[in-house]
């Protein structure tokens, strides 16, 4: 299993966030759409990779670590911290051999975090594609204006180095998420097959989730984590007539496991149709700590 990162150099506003699953979907389509079938049905057989989420560049979720009690003088520090959804890598990467949930507080208590994005709210009229007429009344759509690139790491065997960037360059310009057909989603993008970081991901005690992973009895274990439903959406020529999958449940990334690998998770038919797949594996970076 090979390791790389993806930089996301956004040209457009994005509407839909970053997710692992939701950027396998895109590259599954992708090739698909490049390759041809037979090419696409051999890729599932015999070929593998898994994204990360999509997180700020320089930065990685907060692991869901056994919480720390706060000393009275902290209080307001301590609400600052809960709120924090991301802490510079460098905070992980640091401490990977006793990283605990009050090792990252004393890095981070005095953290400002620059803005990362700005949102707008824009109004739309809904319109009836039967009949294509404006219904009565707007709707919003949030879109987001990245301020930083976005850094997506991923684990791939059995692919070609031209094969992922041809693919990657098919997404960047068709468009990322909701909205790609109106022009949204679009970006520029670099790929390291040999990044500085790539030294931190060794097998270890217990791995943080960068990724929206299934949970997988077999292979792992909760340590500490959170759950949350998704409702996702088919992709390509299924859009229009069956968009809709069946709702799922997953870790989000930050959350701790105790696992045989780096790679973790499982995948899971979400579209009640044979030969689809919702990916709900994992990169994992281990630690050892409390």
């Known amino acids: 299993m090979d390791l790389a990162k993806l930089t996301i150099k956004p040209i457009s ?4 966030d970053f997710h692992s699953d939701t950027f396998f979907g895109h590259f599954a389509w992708g090739y698909l759409f490049k390759y041809g079938k037979d090419k696409f049905k051999n890729f599932l057989e015999n070929s593998f990779i898994v994204f990360s989420n999509g997180f700020f560049k320089g930065f990685l979720p907060k692991p869901f670590l056994d919480p720390m009690m706060f000393e009275e003088d902290l209080i307001d520090y301590a609400k600052q911290y809960k ?20 090792v990252i507080f004393e890095r981070v208590k005095n953290l400002k975090l620059p803005k990362f994005l700005e949102v707008t709210i824009t109004q739309k009229n809904s ?11 707007l709707y919003s759509i949030k879109e ?5 690139d976005i850094e997506i ?6 692919l070609s180095k031209s094969e992922i960037e041809e693919v ?7 468009g990322y998420g909701k909205d790609k057909s109106a022009g949204k989603g679009k970006f520029k993008f670099d790929i390291d097959y040999d990044f500085e970081d790539k030294k931190y991901f060794k097998e270890n005690e217990k791995y943080i989730s960068l ?33 809709f999958k069946n709702p799922v449940v997953m870790y989000q990334a930050g959350s701790v496991f105790f696992a ?24 994992g970076l281990g630690f050892r700590g409390k």
């Open 13 to 16: 506003p994005f509407i839909s």
């Open 83 to 102: 709120k924090l959804a991301f802490i510079p890598k460098e905070v992980i990467f640091e401490n990977l051999d006793n990283l605990t949930d009050r």
């Open 127 to 137: 319109i009836n594609r039967n009949s294509n007429r404006v219904y009565e009344g």
């Open 144 to 148: 987001k204006f990245f301020k930083e």
């Open 153 to 158: 790491y991923f684990a791939y065997d059995n």
């Open 168 to 174: 990657i360059e098919f997404i960047s310009v068709r």
């Open 211 to 243: 990724s929206n992973a299934f949970y997988d009895k077999e292979n792992m274990k909760l340590y500490l984590g959170k759950t949350f439903t998704k409702f996702p959406k088919t992709g390509g020529y299924y859009s229009f007539s069956l968009p």
């Open 260 to 283: 045989k690998s780096y790679i973790f998770g499982k995948d899971e038919n979400a579209f009640n149709k044979e030969g689809h797949i919702h990916r709900g594996y994992s990169i």
